[in-house]
């Protein structure tokens, strides 16, 4: 069988991986053509691009950028139409993916689409439901709530778990000890705060400059980036200048294991923080301050943010967006969460949160379920 596979950000591309070894599992004979990142390409098949030439985030960044989306998504139709896929399989990233599955539909009726890893419909643009409805042949969902939330559109969908519970509890280096880790990096015996900036320049210039100055007010801690895959270590290196801060660059995982608490740009890392048991404080900077306060509390459809706090139903960690995310508010909530009181509960609700997510084998229960037809 012949397999498209659109996947255009950093997480996207981990999970991507994953299920295409599960499909390879099942089917020997499986060919790959996809739109992706490094993970994707080393499990084999054609890559056609590469999601670091497709993350553009915003109105205005689309809008700048609108030749190169416009390419990407030609280039993406065309290699569609010549591969003749049996199944497309789209991970999240909407506003391309549900172009190109009505592409898909229009061109390639015999083509089974599917979507893994559900877009945010019931964060914000509910009206894609419509599109979803006429144009997906299948849903596999990744989040408990998403069931009851398609349920209501009369969708149905099939959640198979969720893939950070996978890639969190089969990491490589599960066991790495806390002295292997600072004398492979250069580190001293600080307890360490985790900087999750985010995998797309726009946010981590956006985010990391606050998040850098916490280390004036707890020099007891030393504060160390994570670099993401798709990032050139430059880009990390003009924002702290002159400070002393490492970046551990493509092991944010090893990172989470050996800290002590974290900053985290809001998206799938709050989950995977709170999977690794460490206290967090999520950020996202927003242009606009309180007008984008205002507009956050119009157009969302969600009272949390933090995939973390959505499963949770409730705020487990503390969330500072566009005007709240200050230095000074930064500073207060990431004090209480290193010694304060907040760090026991929160430790006690990411287990609740690790238990409603269920079992590892989410991409292959994925890929189990996306053949059996």
Known sequence: MKYFIIAGEASGDLHAANLMKEIKNLDSKAEFMFLGGDKMQNVGGIMIRHFKDMAFMGII????????????????????????????????????NLRIAE??????PKTKVYYYISPKLWAWKEYRIKSIKKWIDRMFTILPFETEFYAKHNFHVEYVGNPSVDSVMLRNNKNESKEDFIQKY?????????????????????????????????????????G????????????????????????????LQQSHAAIVNSGTATLETALFRIPQVVVYNV???????????????????????????????????????TEKNLSIELSKILEGTNRE?????????????????????????????
């Open 287 to 325: 242009f606009g301050g309180r007008l984008a306060n205002i507009l956050k509390s119009i157009v969302l459809k969600i009272k949390y943010v933090a995939l973390s706090n959505l499963i949770a139903g409730k705020e487990v960690s503390k969330e500072l967006i566009a005007a709240d995310f």
């Open 103 to 108: 592409f898909c539909k229009k061109n390639l």
């Open 61 to 96: 960044n689309v809008v700048l950028n609108l030749r190169k989306v416009l390419h990407n998504l030609s280039d993406c139709k065309k290699a569609l139409k010549n591969f003749a896929p049996d199944y497309l399989i789209l991970i999240d990233y909407p506003s391309f």
């Open 228 to 255: 993401a895959p798709s990032v050139d270590k430059k880009t990390y290196q003009k924002i702290i200048g002159t400070k002393n801060i490492p970046i551990i660059e493509n092991n944010t995982y090893d990172l």
């Open 345 to 373: 509960q929160m430790l006690k609700d990411y287990d609740e949160i690790i238990l409603s997510l269920g079992n590892p084998g989410t991409a292959k229960r994925a890929a189990q379920k996306m053949l059996q037809s």
């Open 186 to 226: 250069g580190l001293d015996n600080r307890p360490i705060v985790a900087l999750l900036a985010g995998s797309r320049i726009q946010e981590i210039n956006g985010c990391l400059p606050t998040m850098i100055q916490m280390q004036n007010h707890f020099p007891s801690y030393q504060f160390v980036i994570a």
